[in-house]
């Protein structure tokens, strides 16, 4: 047979071999929204939302194979948030849920976030019915473990967390395509738990990394927040917040995103009282403006003004 048959036979076969419709199919999930919702609602997280989109489009392409008959088998679903507190792990999580609905990989669109206390028990029976019952209700949808690495404590013998990873492991296998799993945690506590519990890890099929924030994610961050609550920054309350975060990301214990809400918090209870004494003592009614700035100095009267400046980078 010619190259030039050859060829023209292929290109029958290929015209006459059954084809589907990514981009309908894309469209008619509907997980082009929750995906633009990640994009609208996260700040930054650009590795992030990289590998959520990735992980979509793997899926879409999964369902794309099974309507033809190509299917290689239901994927391994269970995943990994690593990274510190305040990252949008759990907002990231829900958004990962709707879009595992909405391509049919679970039957609802359903989180239950839980930690250890909800899974151990603290005597000898108390620990199974405990983690079954977490496990019911997250049946059908995401179940979320955040700071999964507390469910092993070796320092204590007596400890019944390896019972509830026993039974996690179990489910994670049997019930695969009922169930997704996400642990979420610390990076290098998360890699000491896999260590420590290689049956998980080889459950695992992404491992997904949070980046912390820089100060301009920050201070955006900060704004969407006073926004959604009717309040507001000048620019010198921006230059005060600035200063703020430049010195609460040097301190310990800083949470992102977190640590950021709970200084608005803060900022927000110091210009009500600031407010309240103007007004007892001007007795004048308290306009607009007045009530949704955050002036500089209810930034400035933050404890975290008493340690030194960090030092400049070099």
């Known amino acids: 047979m010619s190259a030039e048959a050859i060829l023209d036979r292929s290109e029958e076969t290929a015209a006459t071999a059954p084809h589907v419709d990514l981009v309908a199919l894309f469209r008619d999930s ?67 849920a709707e879009v595992l609905h909405r391509l049919g990989y679970i039957r609802r669109n359903h989180l239950v976030s839980v930690t250890r206390d909800d899974l151990v028990g603290q005597y000898i029976g108390h620990t199974a019915p405990k983690t079954r019952d977490v496990l019911k209700r997250a049946m059908g949808g995401v179940l979320f473990i955040d700071e999964a690495y507390y469910l092993y404590r070796p320092e204590n013998e007596r400890d019944y967390g390896q019972e509830a990873i026993e039974i996690l492991l179990q489910t994670m296998e049997n019930q695969r395509e009922d169930l997704v799993v996400i642990l979420a945690g610390y990076e290098d506590r998360m890699d000491t738990f896999f ?88 007795g004048k009614p308290t306009g607009s403006e ?25």
């Open 195 to 282: 260590r420590s519990n290689p049956g998980f890890r080889s459950r695992i099929a992404h491992h997904i990394t949070f980046p912390d924030y820089d100060a301009a994610e920050l201070l955006k961050i900060a704004e969407r927040m006073l926004d959604a609550m009717h309040y507001r920054l000048d620019d010198s309350s921006r230059t005060a917040f600035e200063d703020y975060l430049a010195h609460r990301i040097a301190l310990p214990n800083f949470a992102n995103a977190r640590s950021v809400r709970n200084a608005l918090d803060r900022a927000r209870l110091r210009q009500a009282n600031r407010l309240f004494a103007d007004a007892l003592q001007g």
């Open 30 to 96: 509907g997980i082009g929204d929750v995906l633009a919702e990640l994009d609208r609602d996260l700040v930054g997280l650009v590795p992030v939302k990289t590998r959520i989109r990735e992980i979509a489009a793997h899926l879409l392409v999964e369902r794309a194979r099974d309507t033809l008959g190509l299917a290689s088998g239901a994927p391994t679903l269970h995943m990994c948030f690593s990274g510190n507190p305040g990252t949008g792990k759990t907002t990231v999580a829900l958004r990962m």
């Open 290 to 314: 007045a009530l949704t700035l955050i002036a500089a100095s209810d930034i400035r009267a933050s404890r975290v003004f008493d340690t030194p400046p960090p030092d400049p980078i070099r």
